[in-house]
């Protein structure tokens, strides 16, 4: 077993780099205005509600998880069974 770590700024650049890949301008600033400062996780969750965007944060999200342990698994020569 090996214990894959997934850090705060990991998170914060997970939803940095999602606002910013949202087409729509308006929602676009309103996720960007929300990851700044602190209380940053909780804002933007509320602002994914109120976008109606929470299936795709979360595909996004997840898919930026996978990856990360992936790569963490690749660094220490393992790969998943």
Known sequence: WVHVLDDSRD???DMADFAAAVDDLRTREMLEDAV???GAFSR???AID???LSE???CFV???RWG???QEL???SLRPA
């Open 11 to 13: 998170g914060w650049q």
């Open 56 to 58: 795709q944060w979360h």
């Open 68 to 70: 990360r342990a992936r």
């Open 62 to 64: 997840d898919d930026r």
């Open 36 to 38: 700044h400062g602190h």
């Open 44 to 46: 933007f969750r509320r």
């Open 50 to 52: 109120r976008a109606e």
């Open 74 to 76: 690749a660094d220490l």
